[in-house]
C-alpha cells in the first residue's frame, strides 16, 4: 500500500513562492493520479489542481491557473506543487492525495499529512 | 466547472441519531466520479464513500451514500462519537463547502 509523505511546515514573504513536495514510499506514482488540496484556516477543502502521469496531464482549478505549477519527479516518486506570487490568503494547510483505487474515479484514498504555509512578511 | 452545494452547514445531533447530508450538483454530474470524505480538525482527510454509493476499505457500514444526477445524500445511521467531523462531496476535482456535523 502506497504513503505519502510530504515536506516540512515553510513561511514565506508575500510575493515570493513556496514549492511542497510529495514523496511516495511502498510505491510509486507512476499509475495514480495526484492531486493536491489545501484548507486555509476557517474555510474548507479547496482542489487546487492535479496530475495524471499516465497521460502527463496537469488540470488546475480555474482560481490557480497561471499561478501553480504540479510537476512529477517518477524516478523519485515525488510530487511538487509550486505556488507563486503568494499572499496572506495563501496561508493553509496544503495536502497531497492520490488515487490508488482502480474503480473508484479518481477518488482520493491515500493522503500525505499536509503542509502548513505561512504567507507573512 | 461543476459547483457542488452541500447543506446543511451545520447539522446539530446527538449519538445514536441518524444524520443525513445533502450534496447538489449546479449540473448533472457522473455518479461514478462522486465521492464523500470525512475530516477532522489536525487529520488528514479519509475517504468514506466513492462512485457515489461504493464504500472505501474499512469504512463501516453505518456510512452510506446515494444518488444520482444532481441530488447526492450520504446518510450515517447511528453516529458514534468519533463521527463528529466535517464531511465532503467531490466530483472530479472540486469540493462542496462542507457540512459540520456537531453535538
Known amino acids: 500500500q502506497v504513503q505519502v509523505v510530504q515536506s516540512g511546515a515553510d513561511v514565506k514573504k508575500p510575493g515570493s513562492s513556496v514549492k511542497v513536495s510529495c514523496k511516495a514510499s511502498g510505491g510509486t506514482f507512476n499509475s495514480y493520479d495526484i492531486s493536491w488540496v489545501r484548507q486555509a484556516p476557517g474555510q474548507g477543502l479547496e482542489w487546487m489542481g492535479g496530475?495524471?502521469?499516465?497521460?502527463?496531464?496537469?488540470n488546475y482549478a480555474q482560481k490557480f491557473r497561471g499561478r501553480v505549477v504540479i510537476t512529477l519527479d517518477e524516478s523519485a516518486s515525488t510530487a511538487y506543487m509550486e505556488l507563486t506570487s503568494l499572499t496572506s490568503q495563501d496561508t493553509a494547510v496544503y495536502y497531497c492525495?492520490?488515487?490508488?483505487?482502480?474503480?473508484?474515479?479518481?477518488?482520493?484514498?491515500?493522503w500525505g499529512q499536509g503542509t502548513l504555509v505561512t504567507a507573512s512578511s | 466547472e461543476t459547483v457542488l452545494t452541500q447543506s446543511p452547514v451545520t447539522l446539530s445531533l446527538s449519538p445514536g441519531e441518524r444524520a443525513t447530508l445533502s450534496c447538489r450538483a449546479s449540473?448533472?454530474?457522473?455518479?461514478?466520479?462522486l465521492a464523500w470524505y470525512q475530516h477532522k480538525l489536525g487529520q488528514a482527510p479519509r475517504l468514506l464513500i466513492y462512485g457515489a454509493s461504493s464504500r472505501a476499505s474499512g469504512i463501516p457500514d453505518r456510512f452510506s451514500g446515494s444518488g444520482s444526477g444532481t441530488d447526492f445524500t450520504l446518510t450515517i445511521t447511528r453516529l458514534e462519537p468519533e463521527d463528529f467531523a466535517v464531511y465532503y462531496c467531490q466530483h472530479l476535482g472540486p469540493f462542496g463547502q462542507g457540512t459540520k456535523v456537531e453535538i
Open positions: 492525495a492520490t488515487a490508488t483505487i482502480p474503480e473508484a474515479g479518481g477518488a482520493l484514498d491515500v
Open positions: 496530475i495524471i502521469p499516465m497521460f502527463g496531464l496537469t
Open positions: 449540473q448533472n454530474v457522473d455518479s461514478r466520479y
